[in-house]
C-alpha cells in the first residue's frame, strides 16, 4: 500500500508542477521586515510580499512584549482554554480586542483560518441561510461547507445578486451575509454601507473577516467597518492577530456577548485545539495597545500606499482595488508576471507573481504590499525597478 500511495503522491504532484501551479518557498534567514536575507546569501533584498502592514512583526517594543510575556508566563499552557489553558493575558487580550473594536465581547482563537472555521457551524442551522460572496477567502468558505445552513453565493461584490439571493432566503429563519472587508487578491473593499442597508432592509446579519483591514483601514485602524461608516451595522468580525497586529499568529471573533458565550462553549477549533502561546499574546497585546495610543503608523502607511498607487499608474501600470496597501499590478498573462517577478528579485525587490488557479484565468498580477516601515526611497526603487523590467518585458 506505501508503494501505491507513494505512485500516486508522485503522479500528483508531477500534475502539479506540469499545470505550473507548484508553490515553492523562498528562506528569510533574518527577521521579518522591509529589508530581508534570503539563505543562499540574498542580502538586502527589498520586502514588498508581507502581510507586514504596519511594520510591528519586528517592532522594538512588540519584542520585548513577548520576552516579558514568555519570561513571566511561560512557553506555553499544554491545554485547550476551558481545560487549563486561559491565563489573565489571555482574558486581558480578549478585553483589548473588544475595547478596539467597540463591541461587547471577544474570543481567541489560534488562527483566523480556525476562527472562520468555528463560527458558522456554532452559529447556524439548517433553519438558517448564509450569503457568501464568491470570492471570499477559503477559510470562510471551508467553515461554510461545516455548517448545515443553507447556502447561497453572491457575484463578487454585486449588491442587485445579493438582493436577490436576500429575497430567496426571507424562507429561512435567520440570514447571514459573510464577506471579507477588504479582499487579498485584489485589494478591493467590500461595499459594506450598501451590504448593511440590504441586510436591514431583509433583517439579515453582516458578518465581515478583516484580516487586510484590521489595525489600518479608518482613520483610527479599526478596519473596514471604520472606514465605511458602519461599526454600528455589523453584527460579528473575525480577523487576524498574524498579519498587520504584530505578525505572530492567533486570531479571533468579537460581536454581541452571547455570540462569544456560545462560541466558547461549541466552536470546535476553540474547543480542542492548544491556548495561544504567550509570546504570541505579548505581541498582539502591545501591537493593539501602540494602536490605540496613535493613529501615526496607520497614517504613514496610507501615504507610502498614496505614493506607491500613483508613481506607478504615472508608470503607465495598471493596479487594482483603490487606497489598500495591497497594489496587485496587473499583467494579465501568467507567464509575464512570473518572468517579472523574476526580474525583480535579480533587481533586489521581492514581489510574487500570482495567475490561474489562484486568480482568475488572463488577469494574472504581481502582488504589492506596501508596509508602513517601507522608506520613500524603498518605494522609488520598486516603481524604479518595476519600470526597468516591464519596458524589457514588453509590459509599458
Ligand atoms: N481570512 C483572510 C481574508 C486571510 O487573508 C487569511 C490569511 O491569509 C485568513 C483569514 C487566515 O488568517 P490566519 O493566518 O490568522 O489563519
Not at 508531477?14 to 534570503?38: C, N
Not at 462553549?265 to 476553540?270: H, V
Not at 504589492?368 to 526611497?377: C, K, R
Request: glycine content about 8%; charged content about 25%; some cysteine.
Amino acid at each position: 500500500a506505501t508503494v501505491a500511495l507513494r505512485q500516486r503522491l508522485e503522479s500528483e504532484l508531477e500534475d502539479i508542477r506540469g499545470a505550473g501551479t507548484w508553490k515553492s518557498e523562498r528562506v528569510i534567514v533574518s527577521r521579518q521586515g522591509p529589508h530581508l536575507r534570503l539563505a543562499g546569501g540574498g542580502a538586502g533584498i527589498l520586502n514588498f510580499c508581507a502581510n507586514n502592514y504596519l511594520g510591528l512583526s519586528s517592532h522594538p517594543e512588540v519584542i520585548r512584549a513577548a520576552v516579558e510575556a514568555l519570561e513571566k508566563f511561560g512557553a506555553g499552557l499544554s491545554s485547550v482554554r476551558f481545560i487549563c489553558g486561559t491565563q489573565s493575558i489571555h482574558k486581558d487580550l480578549e478585553e483589548k480586542i473588544a475595547h478596539f473594536h467597540q463591541r461587547e465581547d471577544a474570543i481567541l482563537y489560534a488562527s483566523c483560518f480556525d476562527a472562520n472555521a468555528g463560527i458558522f457551524e456554532a452559529l447556524l442551522t439548517p433553519e438558517d441561510a448564509v450569503l457568501s460572496d464568491e470570492l471570499n477567502h477559503a477559510s470562510i468558505i471551508d467553515g461554510i461547507r461545516l455548517c448545515k445552513a443553507n447556502k447561497y453565493r453572491y457575484k463578487h461584490m454585486d449588491m442587485q445578486d445579493l438582493e436577490t439571493k436576500l429575497q430567496d432566503a426571507q424562507k429561512h429563519r435567520l440570514r447571514l451575509v459573510a464577506t471579507d472587508g477588504a479582499f487579498s487578491m485584489d485589494g478591493d473593499i467590500a461595499p459594506l454601507r450598501e451590504i448593511c442597508q440590504l441586510a436591514q432592509k431583509y433583517d439579515a446579519l453582516v458578518f465581515i473577516d478583516e484580516c487586510h483591514a484590521t489595525g489600518f483601514l479608518g482613520p483610527n485602524g479599526r478596519g473596514t467597518d471604520e472606514l465605511l461608516g458602519v461599526m454600528d451595522k455589523v453584527t460579528i468580525i473575525n480577523s487576524t492577530l498574524g498579519k498587520a497586529l504584530g505578525g505572530a499568529a492567533g486570531g479571533y471573533t468579537t460581536g454581541p456577548k452571547p455570540l462569544i458565550d456560545l462560541l466558547r462553549q461549541r466552536s470546535r477549533p476553540y474547543l480542542f485545539s492548544n491556548s495561544l502561546p504567550p509570546a504570541v499574546v505579548g505581541c498582539a497585546s502591545k501591537a493593539l495597545d501602540l494602536l490605540m495610543e496613535s493613529n501615526a503608523i496607520a497614517q504613514s502607511m496610507a501615504a507610502k500606499t498614496q505614493r506607491f498607487r500613483s508613481k506607478m499608474t504615472a508608470a503607465g501600470f495598471t493596479i487594482s482595488g483603490k487606497d489598500h496597501p495591497i497594489c496587485p499590478v496587473m499583467l494579465g498573462d501568467a507567464r509575464l508576471a512570473a518572468v517579472m517577478a523574476e526580474d525583480m528579485l535579480n533587481r533586489g525587490i521581492y514581489v510574487i507573481g500570482f495567475s490561474y488557479p489562484v486568480v482568475p484565468k488572463g488577469k494574472a498580477r504581481i502582488r504589492v504590499q506596501i508596509s508602513a516601515v517601507h522608506s520613500d526611497e524603498d518605494i522609488d526603487r520598486c516603481v524604479e525597478a518595476f519600470t526597468e523590467v516591464g519596458r524589457k518585458h514588453g509590459a509599458l
